[in-house]
């Protein structure tokens, strides 16, 4: 079993800046890889951004790419989410989630692929 918990969520106006974190605990050694996802009122979750567990590896949506950065931070078994330039269009509550099974980081932009999630946390950007 592996336990995620997110953090750092608020409130920042537009063109501001917000880092998200995701702690990780439990068998942390089976994770492979931790994905950012976000989820708007009224619409689907989608994909934010991935890091592989070593933190060599990266993938961005479209969306984010350019503003916002994940990283690992190996020694503290937590995943970091930095987002700059931060406009309305980011609110959401984002959730951090992990993946314990063999696969590509392509694959990685699917909801379905992941094994464990986080409780997700707000975040609003004001214009």
């Known amino acids: 079993q592996v336990h995620l918990v997110e953090s750092g969520g608020g409130l920042a106006q537009a063109g501001g800046s917000l880092r998200l974190s995701c702690a990780a605990s439990g068998r942390t050694a089976t994770i492979h890889y931790v994905g950012w996802f976000r989820q708007a009122p009224g619409q689907e979750r989608e994909f934010v951004a991935v890091v592989s567990w070593s933190g060599a590896r990266t993938e961005y949506a479209d969306a984010v790419k350019g503003r916002f950065t994940v990283s690992r931070d190996n020694a503290k078994n937590t995943v970091a989410l930095q987002m700059n330039s931060l406009e309305p269009e980011d609110t959401a509550v984002y959730y951090c989630?992990?993946?314990?099974?063999?696969?590509?980081?392509?694959?990685?932009?699917?909801?379905?692929?992941?094994?464990?999630w986080g409780q997700g946390t707000q975040v609003t950007v004001s214009s």
């Open positions: 989630a992990a993946e314990v099974d063999w696969n590509t980081i392509a694959n990685m932009r699917f909801q379905r692929m992941y094994d464990y």
